[in-house]
């Protein structure tokens, strides 16, 4: 069994987590207009024999999505980030909605 | 014969003042306590043991550990039955009842052994050759009766009485193995600081020391180890628990034997599964002793060298009075000389031409005949060895005993490396695998990893320890392992040759895989480790081939002419050794297999006639008994009820989610593919989620409580996906977005009331409250409380009557329920189940999810106005591709039957009238009902566009029950289509 270390609540076995898909894809803006953006974004997958980042979500739990990266040849666990400070680091100067 | 008279007076660790009675085969007998069921049979002289696999050639004891592939028994007692059990890993309880198995009539007296003479009919390759050759059709004939004879012990049928427990656990390090190497890294981890687990599968702590004799130097080493263990806080000692499987993120799977010493309670468990967590392991699983290959060599009265020893030294019984050790190593020779000076009459046959001096002289002191170049070719008699063939530089003569000891080497235990991955590697100086590379946290000591003298043992596994607990983090100093000589020699491994003998030799004992079955497979072509496997079913015994691993390869690679580690190595998985399915399962069995939700109003519906459904987890009324005499009865009478009077349904289940923040409209307008942005406060709409990939995910009714607040409801079903697909939105693709996302499914109680009379029942239920159209409109809220709780009333309907949705703080929804019952019941209020609901909305022609099924669209569904000309909602892009646009694509219509006494049913294929029923057709029927209004059958369905035009004609196909019904496609809106029932 995967064991994720939570940053809010430690280590916790993988059935208190829901998978959440690839988290090395970008996600187009929620108003992007190409639809060849969309079909990279929901179809087109690296699938790597090796480190992997994915989403997470702690469900049983905090119930934060989390950015980890996991190998895919031996489930090894490298690092375990909240997605929502990655997310924000990504786009910092977004201006807030009107 | 005397009860015990194999037992000898003095020594071992078996209590002689606690007699254990237990029966095999109807037959008392009395053991001690300490004893193994092996160690006890053995005593009393039971030699034969069971039927091996195929062709139930006789059987006996010929290990002492879980290696054992012949001496497998059925324990039953008092209506349970538990097959295939090792003899020889059985502590012996009081009252245990064990029976041998796949004999009949009985043991001595086995009809099938005549299966002998079938056997170039069950020899290699016959399952391969009869399933894919010309002979198919002859299995179907004679597979009845090959089942019956071949196979192990039978299983029950009937449910498993006993309890099983499931339990969690942690540590620092994991310790595999309580032998000296084990012993010695416990020792060292602990007095490092480290949490400490040491595993050990006997119920005594010991490994080969327990072979050794009770009042020897070593039994003073394990004496002070053990005492010293069991006083060390950070250590917990974990006796007659299996480590069967280590799993990823350094997880072990445990299963612990109860106490046969201790009588269970009512209610105790017999076994614990447990999940064991930790940060480190050391395996030091130590070493399995080889068989040699020679014709019959599987006879009752053949057993390995150690295990002889450990039934002199550990149990005090001599297994044999005239006996010869067959042999390549020094190691068989120290079991020779113990059982030479417990007053056995002992010869060796060695293969090796010059055996160490210093052994032979030993071995001249005690009186043990040694004879060189010679080795064992064949055993003669049925139930218990007579005689044996040795060949040797005079040629072949013979030789009477009754004990033939084996011993080809040893093979380091590496199953549980094997199983994340580490690939076992061979050595040539030991002549055997160790484990490959380990990662980290991972640790090997002792024999597992080759190391085979005592004293080096306890080095590796002090060093093992120490290292485990240093992964940890836990370099408190550790004083030196107290030491451990006794004075083995090194193991020089020796090559194992084709038997010289004429009978079968077998390699694979539980299977009855034989050298013969090897050479068939070789010039069959099936020469890789993993092909032989599966042609000869070699390794594939409940015991995965413990001791006929290595022998199987040697005699692959004596065939091929290769070396071992070209021919290869196979792969281990879990189970180390077989698990009981009641003790993975634990208690959740039963009632208790899965969670079961109940909503707020459940015992209601107990106690007032319900007839309960499953849906997900929760049980929801399907009908009342009082409305009808059976479900058909039932739910068209509920339906009547709604559509004249009013009925009161129970929604609790619905998915209940608070949105809030300064952001929360955008964010709706986003997620939804209808617009909420312009939503006033107090008003609720009906909204539509897509996915990204443009299909739709789900639907519900979201309301407007303040400007930045709003009340969602989601389907039953979806209501978790919705939740963790908003949550995952707002965390990793809008954190700029200040909204807030919460479950309040448990907080509400949720009600429907439907019908033309369901305001004026809501007048009487609550006279303080303005129930009026002009109060509360059509989608309109009202906010209130109830006896202290808040109350929520939405004007929505789901079955297009006037109707309401009333939400209660949980606590008060019985209360209510039975408030509306009771102020309802005068205007002929009845409760309904879950089936009326979804025969009014198919009535109606909504969709629910037999239609949301994951891949239809809005356009699909026909809500595709919903969408109009909105942009930037999850989804928008990909529902629009082209593919979704085909004219053939799928589109809900409705559906009437129009054959007189005949009823449309879910999942029937939908084929043009005259077109061959073949194939996926035009499209398929998602629901039914029976429609009052209409009076015949109705559903929705899905079918191709362009044959789709209303008025034209349909053949519903039902394979399943061979129905063909005639069908009109119509509006899926049977039911007031201008909606003017809302407002009645
Ligand atoms: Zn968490």
Redesign the pocket.
Known sequence: MLRIE????GL?DHDEFRYGGDASVTRPAHDDPDPEAWYRYVYVRANPAGLHREFWQ?VI??R?WLVVERDTRNHAIASVELARQLSARKSPARKPPA | MSSNHKRLSMGGRIDREQPVEFTFDGRKLIGYRGDTLASALLANGVTLVGRSFKYHRPRGIFSAGPEEPNALVTLATAGRRQPNLPATTLELADGMVAESQNRWPSLAFDVQSANGLLAPFLSAGFYYKTFMGPTRRAWMFYEHFIRKAAGLGRADTDLDSDRYDISHAFADVAIIGGGPAGLSAARAAAAAGARVALIEQDFLLGGQLLAEPSDSAAAAWLRQAEAELESSEPVTLMKRTTAFGIYDGNVIGLVEQCDPGNPLLAGEARQTFTMLRVRSIVFATGAIERPMVFSNNDRPGVMLASAARTYLNRFAVLPGKKIIVGTGNDGAWRAAFDLADAGAEVTIADVRAAPPTALATEAGRLGVMVRVATRVVDVRRGHAVRRATLNGPDGQSEAACDLVCVSGGWSPTVHLTSHLGVKPEYRDDIGGFVPGAFAADRFGAGSMMGIYSTTDAIEDGHRAGTAAASFCGKSAPVPAPSKLDLGETATVPFREIPSLGRGKAFVDFQMDVTTGDIELAHREGYESVEHLKRYTTLGMGTEQGKTSNFAALAAMAALRNATIPETGATTFRPPYTPVAIGALAGRAIGHHFKPIRRTPMHDWHMANGAEMLEVGLWMRPYFYRQSGLDVNDAYVAEMRNVRQAAGLMDISTLGKIDVQGPDAAIFLDRIYANGFAKLPVGRARYGVMLRDDGIVFDDGTTTRLAENRFFMTTSTAKAADVLSRLEFLLDTAWPDLRVTVTSVSDEWAAMSVAGPKSRAILSAAFPALDVSDAALAHMGLLESEWQGRALRILRLSYSGERAYEIYVGATAGQQLWSRLLEAGGPLDLKPYGVEALGALRVEKGHVAGPEIDGRTTLDDLGLGRMAGKRAGFVGDLLRRRPAFQAPDRQRLVGLECIEEGKRLRGGAILFLPGEKPYGHGRGRVTSVTFSPERGHYVGLALLAGDVASEGSEVVAVYPMKAETVRARIVSPVFLDPQGERLHG
Do not use: E, T, V
């Open positions: 939570c940053p809010c609540c916790r702690h739990g905090c934060q």
